[in-house]
């Protein structure tokens, strides 16, 4: 299976100014009540396809004391066969498509300018076609679920203003992995505890053009399983985001406008156990993801859509032409 899981940040480079002041209750439950709204259901998965998401999100750097909350949305439909590092024929691979919408909303809170806490909370819906291999009738199947929850440390004291950060924490096992129609390369949830280790750092070259900047942000994060069970451990992810943005500030009535253009190296190795496909779990891949995010006050939205530029699978591997990644957050 082709997989790909934080969301750590990048960031918009406008400090968020004294984000310590307390904004008016109105504003806020006017802003949980567009998130509510706009929520079809509260997501994320991480069992297949999902790890880099992880990387290259561009809202969510805290630029001082105070929370965020935010909403997220992506897309994967994986139903292109790979084999090594091309496209093989469809014949080669019982499965045939794996379809997923990844939801979640999550929360993060800085104590002050160095310690916080992040939290997420993910839910998915996925369809998966694939050959029965023992009758070799196809099977078409969906299902819904709560995938497997991070809740993660941040420490962002190493200077000032906040621009260098590292999170550690866990990803819990409490997506669902027992689905019977489903391998358990596919399933929603992993079925493990995982460590995770992440860390960011942005950096600012001024232009002279006005008070215009150009910047460029780094992170990594690190999925390592620790407890595993029913005898499937997934493999180990890595990925590593380097991107730039331009900081257009205020165009019309929008606070800001960023156009971004990141570039991710995603890993991961193969799965193992009885109950693992190791011949065909794990891979390496390179994204160009452009993208823009814009804000609204305390209301910032960020999309981009990543085109893999290589890909090398393991095995035969359904792989997607192409990745959609939202976040839309509110700063309180």
Same mark, same amino acid.
């Given at each position: 299976?082709? @997989?790909?899981?934080?969301?750590?940040?990048?960031?918009?480079?406008?400090? @968020?100014?004294? +984000?310590? @002041?307390?904004?008016?209750?109105?504003?806020?439950?006017?802003?949980?009540?567009?998130?509510?709204?706009?929520?079809?259901?509260?997501?994320?998965?991480?069992?297949? /396809?999902?790890?880099?998401?992880?990387?290259?999100?561009?809202?969510?750097?805290?630029?001082? $004391?105070?929370?965020?909350?935010?909403?997220?949305?992506?897309?994967?439909?994986?139903?292109?066969?790979?084999?090594?590092?091309?496209?093989?024929?469809?014949?080669? %691979?019982?499965?045939?498509?794996? +379809?997923?919408?990844?939801?979640?909303? /999550?929360?993060?809170?800085?104590?002050?300018?160095?310690?916080?806490? $992040? &939290?997420?909370?993910?839910?998915?819906?996925?369809?998966?076609?694939?050959?029965?291999?023992?009758?070799?009738?196809?099977?078409?199947?969906?299902?819904?679920?709560?995938?497997?929850?991070?809740?993660?440390?941040?420490?962002?004291?190493?200077?000032?203003? $906040?621009? #260098?950060?590292?999170?550690?924490?866990?990803?819990? &096992?409490?997506?669902?992995?027992? %689905?019977?129609?489903?391998?358990?390369?596919?399933?929603?949830?992993?079925?493990? #505890?995982?460590?995770?280790?992440?860390?960011?750092?942005?950096?600012?070259?001024?232009?002279?053009?006005?008070?215009?900047? *150009?910047?460029?942000?780094?992170?990594?994060?690190?999925?390592?399983?620790?407890? #595993?069970?029913?005898?499937?451990?997934? /493999?180990?992810? *890595?990925?590593?985001?380097? /991107? &730039?943005?331009?900081?257009?500030?205020?165009?019309?009535?929008?606070?800001?406008?960023?156009?971004?253009?990141?570039?991710?190296?995603?890993?991961?190795?193969?799965?193992?156990?009885?109950?693992?496909?190791?011949?065909?779990?794990?891979?390496?891949?390179? *994204?160009?993801?452009?993208?823009?995010?814009?804000?609204?006050?305390?209301? @910032?939205?960020?999309?981009?859509?990543?085109?893999?530029?290589?890909?090398?699978?393991?095995?035969?591997?359904?792989?997607?032409?192409?990745?959609?990644?939202?976040?839309?957050?509110?700063?309180?």
């Amino acid at each position: 299976m082709d @997989r790909v899981d934080f969301r750590v940040l990048a960031c918009s480079p406008n400090d @968020r100014g004294a +984000r310590g @002041r307390a904004r008016s209750l109105g504003s806020l439950l006017l802003a949980i009540a567009l998130l509510i709204a706009i929520t079809p259901a509260f997501s994320w998965a991480c069992a297949c /396809g999902c790890d880099v998401f992880q990387v290259g999100t561009s809202s969510l750097i805290p630029r001082g $004391m105070g929370g965020t909350i935010f909403f997220t949305y992506d897309f994967s439909d994986q139903h292109e066969n790979w084999h090594d590092d091309h496209k093989a024929p469809k014949a080669d %691979n019982d499965d045939k498509i794996v +379809r997923s919408h990844f939801f979640s909303i /999550g929360a993060q809170y800085m104590f002050s300018r160095s310690w916080g806490v $992040m &939290a997420e909370l993910p839910y998915t819906q996925r369809y998966f076609k694939t050959v029965d291999e023992d009758t070799g009738d196809l099977g078409r199947f969906s299902h819904s679920a709560i995938g497997d929850v991070r809740v993660e440390a941040m420490y962002t004291g190493f200077s000032d203003d $906040m621009t #260098t950060g590292v999170l550690s924490g866990i990803k819990f &096992a409490s997506g669902d992995f027992t %689905n019977k129609n489903f391998d358990r390369d596919t399933s929603i949830g992993s079925g493990s #505890t995982d460590l995770l280790l992440d860390g960011y750092h942005l950096g600012k070259l001024p232009l002279v053009w006005r008070d215009r900047s *150009f910047h460029w942000y780094g992170q990594a994060n690190l999925q390592q399983p620790i407890w #595993t069970q029913d005898h499937y451990q997934p /493999g180990t992810a *890595f990925n590593v985001a380097l /991107g &730039a943005l331009y900081d257009f500030g205020q165009v019309g009535v929008l606070d800001g406008i960023a156009p971004i253009l990141t570039m991710i190296n995603s890993f991961r190795s193969s799965d193992h156990g009885s109950n693992a496909d190791t011949d065909n779990t794990g891979y390496e891949r390179i *994204f160009l993801a452009p993208g823009a995010e814009v804000r609204k006050g305390p209301v @910032r939205f960020y999309a981009d859509i990543e085109f893999p530029v290589f890909q090398h699978v393991t095995g035969n591997q359904v792989v997607a032409p192409f990745l959609l990644k939202t976040v839309l957050s509110y700063d309180f």
